[in-house]
């Protein structure tokens, strides 16, 4: 019986060695699969491969897309990923004209900005022509028109930079179907109030109200607006509180006056 098991045995060593082999010879494949791997990327980093080629900007409607290239440093020979993304967006939003931005990098040799501007909110007038300003308050002066398209409102008298980076700031928060029947916003200070404004609106109505808290409070317009007559002219007094005020005295005083005349006329 035990030489049987023996011979068993030595029967067995070649098929064992030879599972040895197949299972060495597989470890090396893989270990060289690694290697060659290793090799292959320190290549790649090291070669023009892994330079940028492609270089997306979206988002930009007033930011030149070549200035926006040239601003965040990434040229032809960068090295995708020597990418310091935070520079680049710290650079890009310093930029008046930008409220945010996003980098993302795409292999192999892809890069895109996302940028996000400051929203245009109106336009102001300067010699005869018109400039568009964003919502922090900032005029493009290289973007001048020289009549109005009607898409945003007009700013007037806003001759103090404070103020008119205040209202720009309340109209930007406005909802966009408010801002979009306002045609024009004239500061007009008072004694008591350095912050009135008026409001002449695309739908017929007038409206007096303060920089201060301004988009706010104006959220209530369309709610008066609609409980009132329609045809029906005035002033819409927006404050701590809202209420709505006719045009009859000046309508009676102008009515008046007419009948006077027309009995001077007749005595004459």
Known sequence: MSKEKIVSIEDRIPKLKQARKKKANRRLVFYLSIFFFLISIIVYLQSPLSHV??????????????????????????????????????????????????????????????LIEHERIGYIKKDNSYYPILG??????????DQLTGDAPLLVNFTEDETLINMSQELSNLPTKILNIISEVHWAPTDSNKNEIILYMSDGYMVEASVREFAERMTVYPSIVAQLEPGKEGIIHIGVGAYFEAFVQEADEEEADSEEEVQTDGQN
């Open 53 to 114: 080629k492609t270089i997306a900007v979206t988002g930009n409607s007033f930011y030149p897309e070549q200035e926006v290239i040239e601003q965040s440093g990434i040229q032809d020979d960068t090295n995708i990923w020597t990418i310091n993304k935070e520079e680049i967006i710290r650079t890009l939003e310093n930029n008046p004209l930008v409220n945010s931005v996003t980098v993302e990098t795409k292999l192999p040799w892809t890069v895109e900005i996302h």
């Open 136 to 145: 922090n308050g900032t005029v493009l002066t290289q973007s001048k028109k």
